[in-house]
């Protein structure tokens, strides 16, 4: 494994992020725990999750589960815990998004879910325009001052939300925001355009979620079609971008990888990138992403892979002059 700071802090984190978002819908409670076990024997010690996922409103089943794994004992202080904020947890109408109420509420839900007494990265999950930002900082740094949370990070930020953040905690003397979690792949990159710059000029790292698309990037012409690989929706995406997706897995072959690995390897190509966030259902598909942090590109094969899927464009340069 290989580990890289987490934005312009001290803090070290793996070169991949464990998603636990499967947890507790498709992936049972003990098959939830060999994951983590074999994550963390392979060097992964950042471990993602929410307190909306397992699909019941207000129960936080996969928190629970993470929870459950962390009292087994010797394991909390070998990872860097996340989890997040914003989605509907109760039937109360404070009971989502980002007012000082909630934040408060959800941070404490999330501690006694998790069975630990802090959240080393406490991240929000969307953007609340509704809420003003020294409201919400006065109640992260409260948490902060508590001991209850380490770490602020973004979730599905705009650029200019990022900056507006970012501003806003400047002039209270706090760190802010240390990292984003946006969607990234090869075949997704609108974010090259002005949340990655955002994210440096500020010094955020960035966790991608999705790092296959769904799955598209991860073989899916060569007999890979389960769960949402098979559903409708996905076939429609693939025949709509089969000429790319054919190009892309000829080129793996080419390099005799994996096209998930060569996914994910790009992403750790990227200078912008901390970590992209996986979500093996099953300990057997962690194999393909630990073998990503060793596959190195070349600068050859990376612009190979953007004749493939070209860039973006950087603000405000591509638009602008």
């Known amino acids: 494994m290989r580990y890289t700071y987490l934005g312009r802090t001290g803090l070290q984190v793996s070169k991949l992020c464990l998603g636990t978002m499967n947890f507790g819908t498709r992936t049972q409670e003990k098959d939830s725990f060999a994951v983590m076990d074999k994550a963390l024997d392979g060097g ?10 397992g699909g019941v409103v207000g129960e936080g089943i996969t928190e629970s589960i993470v929870g459950r794994w962390i009292a087994q004992g010797s394991r909390r202080e070998k990872i860097v815990l996340a989890t997040k904020v914003y989605g509907q947890m109760g039937d109360g109408i404070n009971d989502k998004r980002l007012s000082a109420y909630h934040i408060r509420k959800a941070c404490e839900d999330s501690l006694q879910r998790l069975q630990t007494d802090h959240i080393d990265l406490y991240q929000m999950h969307h953007v609340d325009r509704n809420a003003p930002w020294d409201e919400i900082w006065q109640a992260m740094e409260l948490l902060v001052q508590q001991g209850k949370i380490l770490y602020v990070g973004s979730s599905n930020f705009a650029g200019w939300d990022i900056a507006t953040a970012c501003q ?17 792949s090869l075949s997704s990159r609108h974010i090259e355009h ?28 060569n007999g890979a079609h389960e769960g949402r690989r098979s559903s409708e929706k996905m076939k429609q995406r693939v025949e709509a971008n089969r000429e790319k997706i054919e190009h892309w897995e000829a080129l793996c072959k080419e390099m005799g990888a994996e096209p998930g690995t060569a996914a994910l ?18 300990a057997a598909q962690l194999d393909g992403a630990l073998a990503a942090v060793e596959l190195e590109l070349s600068q050859n094969t990376l612009e190979k892979i953007d004749a493939v899927f070209p860039p973006k464009g950087i603000a405000p340069n591509y638009y602008s002059w």
């Open 44 to 53: 992964i010690n950042f471990f993602d999750t929410a307190n909306v996922y």
């Open 168 to 184: 806003a905690a400047s002039g209270r003397n706090f760190l802010g925001l240390v990292c984003e979690q946006s969607k990234y």
């Open 194 to 221: 002005e949340v990655i710059p955002a994210c440096q000029h500020y010094g955020l790292g960035l966790i991608p979620w999705s790092p296959l698309d769904g799955g598209m990037l991860g073989g899916i012409l």
């Open 265 to 282: 390897a790009w992403l750790n190509a990227q200078p912008a990138v901390t970590a992209p966030i996986i979500g093996p259902r099953t």
